[in-house]
């Protein structure tokens, strides 16, 4: 069982930054992807970024320009850095990450999730 701890969230005004954070209690060496989601209010959860343990990232057509995802295996942690927030960023940001376990079997572990509030 992974369990997985997201930090960063908070209210900044639209154009600022923040950066979100997602610890893990297991080398996330282990895990092949991991990704944020975040999900609106009256909204489904969406992908916002996700990078494979070899580092390839995608993002989410809304994001792209002006967040990054990254990972720090020796800290097990993944970050979320967003730049220039609009106040459509506003939601509920979860960390996701996904456990290969091998004959086409994988395993999905969530966080509690971070807010992010963006003041327009």
């Known amino acids: 069982q992974v369990q997985l701890v997201e930090s960063g969230g908070g209210l900044v005004q639209a154009g600022g930054s923040l950066r979100l954070s997602c610890a893990a209690s297991?080398?996330?060496?282990?895990?092949?992807?991991m990704g944020w989601y975040r999900q609106a209010p009256g909204k489904p959860r969406e992908l916002v970024a996700r990078?494979?343990?070899?580092?390839?990232?995608n993002y989410a057509d809304s994001v792209k320009g002006r967040f990054t995802i990254s990972r720090d295996n020796a800290k097990n942690t993944v970050y979320l850095q967003m730049n220039s927030l609009k106040a459509e960023d506003t939601a509920v940001y979860y960390c996701?990450?996904?456990?290969?376990?091998?004959?086409?079997?994988?395993?999905?572990?969530w966080g509690q999730g971070t807010r992010v509030t963006v003041s327009s």
């Open positions: 990078i494979t343990s070899g580092g390839v990232t």
């Open positions: 996701n990450a996904r456990l290969d376990r091998g004959s086409y079997s994988w395993a999905y572990y």
């Open positions: 297991d080398s996330i060496s282990n895990l092949d992807t």
